[in-house]
């Protein structure tokens, strides 16, 4: 898939920082894309990134880093259902809570660390199984060596 230039301004999120990482987005796909932070911090390897004006921000991953930037891997799409899942019937309660307090109003929560640290945690696992899986099917695709009979 080729990447298209353009120049998007972006945002990081992770539980590791308050508020989130400034960046722009120097080349994108549907598959992936090209961030250069507007200051040095230290990335997690994986971590959101919301692009342009949206307030999805897709789940991704460093794929490769650069002197000026890294590329990072758009993760499946999955992760917003995990999420939401979790708030269904893991969080509920306390993000309602939360929502009825008028101090705690759009701030970074505990709650909201928990749920993302748990989103989190499913995903490395769903990413773990599915690095398992591909390693069988090429395990399971290699050719079997046969077998010498005893009389050569």
């Known amino acids: 898939m080729q990447r298209q230039s353009c120049s998007l301004d972006g945002r990081i999120f992770s539980p590791q920082f308050i508020d989130p990482i400034r960046c722009t987005i120097t080349d994108i796909s549907s598959l992936g894309a090209f961030v250069q ?52 019937h893991a969080f509920k309660e306390e993000l309602l809570f939360e929502a009825l307090c008028p101090d705690l109003d ?23 199984r599915g690095t398992i899986e591909r390693q069988s099917i090429y395990i399971d695709e290699k050719p079997t060596p046969k077998r010498l009979s005893a009389g050569l």
Not at 108 to 124: D, N, Y
């Open 37 to 88: 932070p507007n200051r040095d911090r230290t990335i997690p390897a994986s971590f959101d990134l919301s692009i342009g004006g949206s307030t999805l921000p897709r789940a991704c991953r460093i794929a490769r880093v650069e002197y000026n930037g890294f590329g990072v891997e758009f993760l499946d799409p999955v992760r917003h259902e995990v999420e939401e899942i979790l708030k269904e």
């Open 106 to 128: 759009n701030k970074f929560t505990i709650t909201k660390i928990r749920l993302e640290k748990t989103t989190t945690a499913l995903m490395s696992l769903i990413e773990c």
